[in-house]
């Protein structure tokens, strides 16, 4: 059953959020149809129409005025217009569908005086059609929801006074004025006033954050306590809110291969439906028979509840808090059975801290923190974020280096006041042709960084991180779903074994560099496995994109959030369960729907053949057995009023 892409409710977007968005967006057809439907007049007053004339042609008025019963062969032809339109497209289209196959039953139960029968059956697929598109239509308008927590209007400050405007005529640069308790339109700067923000919606945070002069506020915050004034840097769809509306749309829109397999079962199902139906006829000579035979065949509760279910499903996913970039990756997800995580930033909370420095005799520890914070200065690595706030702790003063190289997972040179500096891991060092001599590590289970200048040996930091205090509870959960879980770290092996075993994590990898990890998830893709990468930084990107499932932290880097085919909100490895736990529920659904429209239509078709069903009872099954798969993938469609956190910084 098809309803028109006309009817769509949905289309009532924000022009200034949506002006050219789906501009290079292709899409594919076959058997596949658009099934939003708000519910309009004129479908009320056709249904009513049909139904009218059912008790009509019941009472027999049409004796009256005709030999045969006009009322009911009129009411099924103005009725049944969407039914036979939609027929006549599939033709020019040479698609086989429903609809067509629906006509065919209509025009020959009308062709032996069955008129009663064929309105009947009108008004059955009428119905069902609206259900069908509400039920949909639900869940195309999660967009509309999410657009709903941005304000229409805003008050800016233009030359000294103040104006209130719509938020589609805010500009950059403009001072956007908000009050307690209004909700922030726009990405920017507060340059006046200070309040708390509550900006769970962004970053996932359970607490207000208190903002002052010179602090970032997003769109689609709430202004908890004072006023503050704000200078706009991001309007529409170029704020944090925007791009993740931006992602999830463009993951409603795509489609997975699964749907490609509903759409042509569907259409074998049509054919099947009318093959049984000739061989009917050519064995029974029985037109009802027939005629129920082409009737009881449904497919619709497959062709749209197949990308109900995804629809749902990535619906669900971003309000529980992780944003999946299309219905393919949704699909890969349904069938991961290996787990790979990324240790700093992923399973710890990325904000390592320098718990010793050890420097080399003679060498003062302020030399060590200094030459180490000069290098890191740049750097955008968790560590480097320890040893600056240790250099900070210090009061040290730390230089801009002249030169800057970084290398993933081994370490950075760079020069400073006309000497060379390299921090790094060991192996690094010796292939910088340091001498180490007999220079000891420190605890096996912190990270050593060690730091060199003008070709000697300063000293060493240890730095440490903290498990997620979620991390212990999603590898359980991970493992109880039956996943094996594997750690590929950068780390040395000794901190990699001591945090595997606090995780139970299945297996350890420490030691690698970003093409060794690439390396380890082609080895478990070449014995078949389907494999989820979860990491955060630029090391990470390489392998999150080998991967079957890219997965990246919220908070990670913008290339490993651009890597990545899932992004999670928060940095709550839990987020990451519970889309899993989507993935699996949305493939069950939609096998569900598949199993049980080919048993309902088997056993319907069979029924009908031995003359068993009447076109009526035919008709009934059909379209109740498609309600019932259609309602079946509305499981997954997120319950209105309860999303959570669902918005994060992603420059994708």
Not at 285 to 296: L, P, Q
Not at 298 to 318: E, N
């Amino acid at each position: 059953m098809t309803i028109t892409a006309e009817q769509t409710g949905t289309q009532d977007h924000e022009d200034h959020f949506h002006d050219d968005h789906h501009n290079g967006h292709d899409h594919e057809h076959g058997h596949h149809h658009d099934h939003d439907h708000s519910l309009q007049w004129v479908d009320l007053v056709r249904i009513g129409f049909v139904a009218v004339a059912c008790l009509a042609s019941w009472f027999g008025l049409w004796k009256y005025i005709a030999a045969f019963d006009v009322i009911a062969l009129a009411a099924t032809i103005i009725g049944g217009y969407p039914i036979f339109k939609e027929a006549v497209s599939n033709i020019v289209a040479r698609r086989m569908t429903m609809e067509l196959s629906m006509t065919i039953a209509l025009v020959a139960a009308c062709a032996i005086g069955e008129f009663f029968t064929a309105l009947v059956i009108v008004l059955f697929v009428l119905i069902a059609e609206v259900l069908e598109g509400l039920t949909v239509g639900r869940g195309r308008r999660a967009i509309k929801d999410l657009l709903d927590l941005l304000p229409h209007n805003a008050v800016v400050r233009r030359g000294g006074d103040t104006e209130e405007i719509g938020a589609a005529e805010i500009q950059i640069d403009d001072i956007v004025l908000v009050k307690p308790g209004s909700r922030v339109p726009v990405d920017g700067i507060v340059v006046a006033g200070n309040s708390f923000v509550d900006q769970a919606t962004i970053t996932g945070e359970s607490l207000p954050v208190e903002k002052i002069a010179g602090s970032s506020v997003y769109a689609g915050t709430i202004n908890q306590s004072g006023v503050i004034e704000v200078r706009t840097e991001g309007i529409g769809k170029d704020t944090a809110f925007g791009k993740i509306i931006e992602a999830v749309e463009r993951a409603e829109k795509s489609r997975a291969p699964i749907q490609k397999t509903a759409d042509r079962l569907a259409g074998y199902l049509v054919y099947f439906a009318i093959g049984c139906a000739i061989l009917t006829f050519i064995i029974t000579r029985d037109a009802r028979s027939t005629i129920s035979v082409i009737i009881v065949a449904g497919a619709c509760g497959i062709a749209a509840g197949t990308p109900l279910a995804i629809l749902g499903a990535i619906g669900r996913a971003a309000r529980q808090g992780a944003i999946i970039k299309g219905g393919l990756y949704l699909e890969v997800l349904g069938t991961v059975d290996v787990v790979v995580l990324d240790k700093t930033g992923t399973l710890t909370l990325g904000n390592p801290t320098v718990t010793d420095v050890r420097p080399r005799n003679g060498v003062p520890v302020q030399r060590v923190v200094e030459t180490a914070a000069i290098a890191e200065r740049p750097s955008e690595h968790p560590l480097g974020k320890a040893i600056l706030q240790k250099a900070a702790s210090m009061s040290l003063t730390v230089a801009e280096p002249e030169q800057f190289h970084y290398l993933p997972g081994k370490g950075i040179t760079c020069a400073a006041g006309g000497e060379r500096i390299v921090v790094g891991n060991r192996a690094f060092l010796e292939e910088q042709h340091l001498e180490l001599g007999t220079f000891e590590s420190g605890s096996n289970h912190s990270s050593e960084v060690l730091v060199a200048r003008n070709n000697r040996l300063l000293g060493s930091l240890n730095i440490e991180d903290t498990l997620r205090p979620e991390a212990v509870e999603a590898v359980t959960a991970m493992r109880n779903m039956g996943l094996r879980t594997i750690l590929l770290t950068g780390d040395v092996a000794t901190i990699a074994n001591d945090v595997g075993e606090q995780l139970g994590v299945d297996e350890v990898y420490g030691d690698l560099l970003p093409d060794d990890k690439v390396a380890k998830i082609k080895a478990l893709l070449s014995e078949g496995k389907k494999v989820a990468m979860v990491g955060d930084g630029i090391n990470d990107a390489p392998a999150l994109t080998q991967a079957n499932v890219g997965v990246a932290m919220g908070s990670g880097t913008d290339v490993a959030r651009e890597s990545a085919d899932v992004v999670l909100l928060g940095d709550d490895l839990l987020k990451f369960v519970e889309t899993l736990r989507v993935a699996h529920r949305c493939r069950r659904i939609i096998w569900q729907n598949f199993a049980g429209t080919l048993i309902v239509d088997g056993i319907g078709v069979g029924m009908a053949a031995f003359g068993m069903l009447n076109p009526l009872l035919a008709a009934f099954i059909h379209v109740s057995s498609e309600l019932a798969f259609i309602m079946n993938s509305a499981r997954l469609l997120p319950a209105k009023g309860r999303s959570k956190s669902i918005h994060t910084r992603i420059d994708k």
